[in-house]
C-alpha cells in the first residue's frame, strides 16, 4: 500500500495537471465503451430475432473498433523510442474498422521502417486519426473511396501524409479537427502542407526527428 501510495505521489508532482486529467478522461471513457460493448454481448444473446443479432452484432463489432482506436490513442506512460510503424498499422486498422468500412471506404497504409519518440509517435498518431476522420466525412459524401496514410523520414525529419481519391475536401476553413492538427504540430515545431483538386486531398506534415 505504501509503494503505491508513493508511486501515485510521484506521478502527481512529476506530472502535468494536464496530463493527469487526460489519463482520467481515456479511463472513463475505455471503461464506458467496455460496459457498452458488454450490455451489447448480452443483448445479442437475450435477441430472438436473427436479424435482430446481426443488427446488434454490427453496432457491437463498431463500439469495439472505436474502442481499439481510443486504446491506441492513450497517452504513453513512458518515454522512449517505438516502432512507429507497428504503432500506425494498428492505429489505421482500428480507425477503418470503426469509422471507414460501414460507409465502404477503404484505408491503405503504405509500410514503411520507421522510429521515433513514443510521444512525438502519440501526437502522431492523433493528427493521422483527425487527418484520416476529415477525409473520411468530407472528400466522399456520395460515393465510397480509398484514403491512403503514408510515414517516411526523410533529412531527420518526419514526414507523413494522408491522401484521398474523392472529390477533395474545403480547405478553406479550419474546423476543429484541422485547429487540433495544427496545435500538435506546434509542439511539434512542425507545418502543415494542404493540396486540393478534383481528383483528391492530400495533406503532409513534418516536423523533425532524431533518428536511432
Known sequence: MEKTLSHMHEMMTSYPTERLLLN???HRVNNELATAIA?????IALAKSEEIKRSVARVKRSLEGF?????ALCVPDLRTRVDACAYLRALCGAISGARLEPFGIQLQFVEKPLR??????????????ELVTNAGRHAFAKHSGTITVE???????VRCSVSDNG??????????GLRIVEALLRDLDG????????????????FPEAGD
Open 167 to 176: 472529390g477533395g475536401a474545403q480547405l478553406n476553413g479550419r474546423g476543429l
Open 39 to 43: 450490455i451489447a454481448s448480452v443483448e
Open 116 to 129: 521515433m519518440d513514443s510521444e512525438h509517435c502519440w501526437k502522431l498518431g492523433m493528427i493521422v486519426c
Open 191 to 206: 507545418r502543415l502542407e494542404a493540396q486540393s483538386s478534383a481528383a483528391g486531398s492530400m495533406f503532409t506534415v513534418s
Open 67 to 71: 474502442a481499439r482506436v481510443h486504446q
Open 151 to 157: 510515414t517516411w523520414c526523410a533529412d531527420s525529419a
Open 24 to 26: 482520467e478522461i481515456t
